[in-house]
């Protein structure tokens, strides 16, 4: 064949893998629409009984069956298979034909009945996304959102209990599943079921996975409801860190490294390594992902890019994202540092942006959430068909739904019972049965498991994580309704919002520290809203206190104590707000929101949360 022909021959199959990607892309795309579609159709009819992520994992199996069994594509007669002794499998193949070199790059193992199928194969593997995509295109915009959207006060007020859950929790879920699993596949092993190693580094490593849960379906009908604040803030609080949690202790235990042959066997200095790695790389990542939300807040601060809506929407997008790819890049975990840099933004750059960034950034990160969220759900229900190496073991899928039961009942019933012995608000037994049947696992279960799928062990957790998945999100996330009516859970607003004006909140002590240094001095140094530095560092500073407080600040000030005064009359008789000095006042403010009041143009207006509108009616109480 002469050159020219060549070169037409290339262009064509250049063209038709174009398309070919275009086309996997629309299929995507169109599974998307449809969800927002049937979505659309639930609301109007009022239906409760399945989620979205459920909808959307419905079209991917659908459209995954038709891919794998309904679509066969004709076999390239220049497909050519040959033999040559290699020891290793080369990620890249260089091959001389007829004085011309050629590269190859490894797709992937086949097996030896699939090769007259390559074409086949070529297609799935098309609609099989590089897991890296996950990690650092879709999952970034859901962890931000579940930072920037945290309803701060509820959080705080249970900061306790929602860090015992995430922390502890998690760790116990994890070690409970993976000495279950060790035992299941022990005996899978004495009954010949087992066709590869399988070792308790591997059981831990599932433990860990399938510890991170995602109530998403669950907290949607929380919120239509209105059901309770503290067991929303609970669940919604662990759900947020424990995926935090599970990631940096998955990586530790793959960390685990004795010395000598058997890299397996338990080993005290191996473990205490590992625990100090998931120390390190969990701090690590807190710290960077605090401080890229703190020189946010300061570029924030000291410009004045909010005349300029665009840009300033545009910095604040790149910063948030660029937080997860630095976290990753040194070393650490992007999604503990994209995480608390949405808590840090939220709590302090939030008040700088202009009204129009406010608006734009949160409805931004909404929209992205989304989209990558039921992306994600979709993907998962096509996977099920198009991933060429799956391993379903009944043994194994069995003793893995017995496992997560257990794991997730030794993570909420002991520690509720040992909350509630320092708690003034009990977590109720209705509560603590909701939070056990609200565990469902979702987008970072999947995105932790697929991530390695190259040897025998993971394909089978793969495998069976995604039946954990999909069950957990239709059984429990559908029948979340009828197990708020059969635990007598649901809260009328009307009840809601007289208990939230008459009552005096609770919160830990030590969150009253935090809460009056941050008010006093970070609050005033990172953003226009705060006491003015003048009023609270001592005399000495002053000249440091005067550069540092800006113009807006003593406006921003006037206008809250004249609001505030308003406010306390007409719900505690008359007392004043004097800037969260005393016990009351950090009560009554803890009830009115945690952010600040702002000045956008001459109105004023009070965002009580990210998620939570301003005042209404001062006379009836808060809308939540």
């Known amino acids: 064949m002469c050159p020219a022909m060549e070169n037409i021959v290339t262009e064509k199959k250049a063209e038709e893998s174009h398309r070919q990607d275009s086309a996997d892309l629309l299929i995507f795309i169109l599974l998307l629409t449809l969800t927002i579609l049937t979505i659309w159709l639930f609301k109007h009819r009022r239906f409760r009984f399945l989620h979205e992520t459920g909808l959307a994992m419905i079209y991917g199996l659908l459209v995954g069956v038709v891919l794998r ?10 497909n050519a298979t040959l033999g040559c002794p290699v020891n290793a499998s080369p990620a890249t193949l ?62 705080f007020r249970n900061m306790g209990s929602i860090l015992a859950y995430a922390f502890l929790g998690t760790v116990i879920s994890c070690f ?20 590869g190693d399988f070792f308790f580094t591997d059981c831990l490593f599932f433990g860990a996975i399938v510890s991170a849960t995602d109530p998403v379906t669950v907290l949607a009908i929380f919120n239509e409801l209105q059901v309770d604040v503290d067991l929303y803030a609970l669940l919604f609080g662990e759900s947020v860190l424990n995926d935090a949690v599970a990631l940096v202790l998955s990586s530790s235990i793959v960390a685990y490294q004795p010395q000598g042959d058997n890299s397996h066997t338990f080993e005290g200095t191996a473990m205490l390594k590992s625990f100090g790695i998931f120390l390190g790389v969990f701090s690590g990542s807190f710290a960077l992902g605090v401080a890229t939300g703190i020189v946010t807040a300061l570029i924030s601060f000291f410009t004045k890019l909010r005349d300029f809506q665009l840009l300033e929407t545009a910095l604040f997008f790149l910063m948030s994202w660029s937080t997860f790819l630095l976290a990753e890049a040194c070393g650490f975990t992007g999604v503990v540092a994209v995480l608390f840099c949405g808590i840090t933004q939220a709590h302090y750059t939030f008040n700088n942006l202009s009204p129009d960034s406010q608006d734009r950034t949160k409805q931004l990160f909404e929209l992205l959430n989304f989209l990558a969220e039921n992306f994600i759900f979709s993907y998962m229900g ?16 069995v003793g893995a739904f017995v496992a997560v039961f257990l794991g997730r009942a030794a993570n909420i019933y002991p ?20 939070m056990m049947f609200a565990g469902l696992r979702g987008a970072m279960t999947f995105a932790l498991s697929i991530r390695d799928t190259a040897t025998y062990a993971r394909q089978m957790m793969f495998s069976t994580t995604l039946l954990v998945v999909f069950f957990t999100v239709w059984i429990c996330g559908g029948g ?5 009516s059969c635990q007598r859970i649901r809260v009328p607003l009307e009840k809601h919002l007289n208990t939230v004006i008459s009552t005096k909140q609770e919160s830990a002590w030590l969150f009253r520290i935090w809460y009056n240094f941050d008010h006093n001095y970070l609050k005033p140094i990172l953003t226009h809203s705060g006491p003015p ?11 440091l206190a005067r550069f540092l407080t800006s113009p807006q600040a003593y406006e921003v000030r006037l206008t809250q104590e004249l609001f505030l005064a308003q406010l306390c009359a007409h719900t505690s008789g008359g007392a004043a707000f004097a800037g969260a000095a005393t016990s009351d006042d950090l009560d009554r403010e803890l ?25 209404t009616d001062l006379h009836h109480g808060m809308r939540m």
Not at 135 to 151: C, Q, R, T, V, W
Not at 176 to 195: A, E, N, P
Not at 415 to 434: A, Y
Not at 533 to 540: D, E, G, H, S, V
Request: proline share 7%; glycine share 8%; hydrophobic share 40%.
């Open 69 to 78: 069994y309904g679509i066969h594509v004709p076999r390239d007669i220049s």
């Open 94 to 155: 260089l091959i001389n034909v007829s004085g011309k070199f050629y590269e190859y790059t490894l797709k992937g193992e086949i097996n030896a009945n699939e090769v007259d199928n390559v074409q086949d194969n070529e297609m799935l593997r098309k609609v099989t996304f590089d897991p890296e995509v996950f990690f650092n295109i879709l999952l970034p915009p859901i962890i931000f959102h579940a930072g920037y959207s945290l309803k701060r006060r509820h959080f």
């Open 176 to 195: 409970v599943i993976g000495l279950l699993m060790y035992g299941c596949v022990m005996l899978m092993k004495q009954v010949g079921q087992l066709g």
């Open 382 to 397: 096509l996977t099920l068909f198009t991933f060429q190496n799956h391993v379903f073991n009944p043994m194994f899928i």
């Open 415 to 434: 520690l509720s019972f040992l909350l509630n012995l320092g708690r003034r608000n009990k977590i109720r037994s209705n509560f603590q049965h909701m």
């Open 480 to 484: 979340t309704t009828q197990m708020l």
């Open 533 to 543: 530095l003048t009023a609270t560092l001592p005399p000495c500073c002053g000249p």
């Open 591 to 615: 009830t009115y929101g945690d952010h600040e009041l702002v000045m956008r143009g001459t109105r004023l207006v009070l965002p009580m949360d990210d998620s939570e509108p301003p005042f």
